[in-house]
């Protein structure tokens, strides 16, 4: 039997993610961590890869976390501007911090309790003070929470929208407001916490020496958008085999 922590997009990065996997007892006895770490990653696609294995009580549920952190790079966004205020993103941040109800920021199925709580929703900055996005962190999001919410921050910082309209979509979520979806490409999702399954990874951000200032120029900016993808797999890259060594 095989559940997993956290399901995402087509095109969203996965830095790290957890899953349960429940083995008779006659194996799990037999078998350590190395070898089921070793069988893991004999037979996983390219791209994905096993860091480390623990044992967990048999009633742990791996879908209910402590928390999930979500970074978004916001440069890749085609609206984007090449000059922004880090001041205005932390103001815009602070607002979708707390609890409230996102129908207006998520693809909202049958069913789904609109409501979450932010935990954390900070600018994600360079060594040099560069913005680069947007880091998110919650017990639980909606489908496509995030990068609704990334498409109301750019829209922002380019003008399309007001804050007022962002303050709106919270805040009357009974009048429907489209403030647009970002493209998947930017979001990765960074760590989880679970007090049972345990972390292999901080939940610190990454450092972004590798990561290019994305062109002015708009036919440059098309181009660099390969770029900026494969910095992204580079960093998870990195991630990963700093672990494995």
Not at 69 to 86: G, S
Not at 185 to 192: C, N, S, T, Y
Request: hydrophobic share 35%.
């Amino acid at each position: 039997c095989l559940e997993m922590s956290s399901r995402t997009d087509a095109g969203v990065s996965v830095r790290m993610n957890l899953a349960r996997i429940d083995l008779p007892t006659s194996v799990s006895e037999k078998t350590s961590e190395d070898s089921i770490i070793r069988a893991l990653n004999d037979n996983l696609p390219l791209g994905a890869m096993a860091i480390s294995v623990n044992r967990a009580p048999a009633d742990s549920k791996v879908r209910y976390v402590q928390s999930r952190r979500y970074l978004y790079r916001l440069e890749v966004i085609e609206e984007w501007p090449f000059e922004n205020d880090p001041d205005v993103l932390s103001d815009a941040c602070s607002m979708v911090e707390g609890r409230n109800n996102f129908s207006n920021l998520c693809r909202l199925e049958e069913g789904t309790n609109p409501v979450r709580t932010v935990d954390e929703c900070v600018p994600w900055l360079s060594e040099r003070g560069r913005l680069v996005g947007f880091s998110i962190k919650a017990k639980s999001f909606i489908w496509n929470q995030v990068r609704k919410v990334a498409s109301s921050f750019s829209g922002i910082a380019s003008g399309r929208i007001t804050v007022s309209d962002l303050e709106s979509a919270l805040t009357s979520p009974e009048v429907s407001l489209d403030l647009g979806r970002a493209p998947a490409e930017g979001l990765v999702l960074w760590g989880i916490s679970h007090s049972d399954l345990g972390a292999s990874f901080s939940d610190d951000l990454p450092p972004l020496a590798s990561f290019s200032r994305r062109p002015e120029d708009s036919r440059e900016y098309r181009r660099w958008l390969s770029m900026a993808q494969y910095e992204m797999s580079a960093l998870l890259e990195r991630e990963w085999r700093g672990r494995l060594n």
